[in-house]
């Protein structure tokens, strides 16, 4: 089972990105996922959460009303829409989901990050 995040990449402030997290392998549910970030020298830190149905997110208070969750149960896959972004927005960004395998075993999965740079 793993997770691969794709859509980084340097944007200038103001801009938008869109980040995807596509879970892949031995799947039978994905529960809950959220998206982390790390700055140099910081924390990891949540940026936002849903739950399993999509129908409750919860989000860092600095991205609040820019960044919006979401998911695509069919496709196994979990979006972050980023707007008007900003230079304290500059990390890596990883995504997490709780995965129920075939097997029935419970994991937590980290995807490998992918870098977003906001230039000013």
């Known amino acids: 089972v793993q997770l691969v995040e794709s859509g980084g990449g340097l944007v200038q402030t103001g801009g938008s990105l869109r980040l995807s997290c596509a879970a892949s392998?031995?799947?039978?549910?994905?529960?809950?996922m959220g998206w982390y970030r790390q700055a140099p020298g910081k924390q990891r830190e949540l940026v936002a959460a849903?739950?399993?149905?999509?129908?409750?997110?919860n989000y860092a208070d600095s991205v609040k009303g820019r960044f919006t969750i979401s998911r695509d149960n069919a496709k196994n896959t979990m979006y972050l829409q980023m707007n008007s972004l900003k230079p304290e927005d500059t990390a890596v960004y990883y995504c997490n989901a709780e995965i129920t395998t075939m097997t029935l075993r419970y994991l937590e999965v980290w995807g490998q990050g992918t870098l977003v740079t906001v230039s000013s």
């Open positions: 392998g031995s799947i039978l549910s994905i529960n809950g």
């Open positions: 849903i739950t399993r149905s999509g129908g409750s997110t």
